[in-house]
């Protein structure tokens, strides 16, 4: 008797098992966006995949695991950011404008993640999950940090311009952009202006002399 087909089928149990997750992780993320963060409940997930609260639990038996698999996600991603944002073979000036870019990609990508990180939470139950954030964005600041002090040791920065203020002011761009975001709720324009911003920015921190 053959068993590829047995051997077939069970990979696509596996594979559907997966896809499953990931749809539950990307519409509880969507959720988010839409209703707040503090607001989802397993029933809108469930009703917006077309299926029934058990089928969810099949997968994430507690609503909290739910939140705990898509801040793993999330985090991994802010983390990627940090890390390949840098390299050695670019500029300082250019690691930091792919350091700004890669956030900005991440918020269209996932419009709920400024929300999750600073929504008000009564209950308590997105404490670990902004927490961690926390901890992820230290360490993206520290690389934009990083990036400064380059820039300072090329002779590229200009003099009056504090290592910190510096990353203030390039995260206040994509605070600023962000709480656009959260009053327009359309995530469609913010990589765009954002790479616009941020240009004009860069070349104010130069040091004196080196704009042509």
Not at 5 to 17: E, L, T, V
Not at 29 to 50: S, W, Y
Not at 119 to 133: I, M, S, V
Not at 137 to 152: K, P
């Amino acid at each position: 008797m053959d068993s590829k087909p047995c051997d077939q089928a069970n990979m696509k149990a596996r594979r559907s098992s997966g896809d499953r997750k990931a749809e539950i992780l990307a519409v509880t993320l969507d959720l988010a966006f839409e209703v707040g963060p503090g607001h989802v409940t397993t029933g809108m997930i469930a009703g917006r995949l077309g299926l029934t609260q058990p089928a969810i639990y099949k997968h994430f038996p507690r609503k909290e695991d739910i939140w705990r698999a898509a801040t793993d996600t999330l985090c991994a991603r802010i983390s990627e950011n940090a890390r390949l944002g840098v390299s050695p073979c670019m500029a300082p000036s250019e690691n930091l404008r792919n350091l700004v870019l890669r956030h900005l990609h991440l918020i269209a990508e996932f419009p709920a993640l400024p929300e999750i990180m600073v929504t008000r939470d009564p209950t308590g139950g997105l404490a670990e999950t902004r927490q961690r954030f926390q901890t992820e964005m230290a360490g993206y600041r520290a690389a934009l940090a990083g990036c400064f002090n380059d820039l300072r040791a090329h002779g590229d920065l200009r003099t009056d311009l504090g290592i910190e203020d510096g990353v203030t002011l390039l995260l206040g761009i994509v605070q600023s952009l962000v709480l656009r975001l959260i009053v327009t709720r359309n995530p469609a324009p913010l990589v765009q202006e954002g790479e616009r911003l941020l240009d004009l920015q860069l070349r104010l921190f130069e040091r004196e002399g080196n704009t042509p």
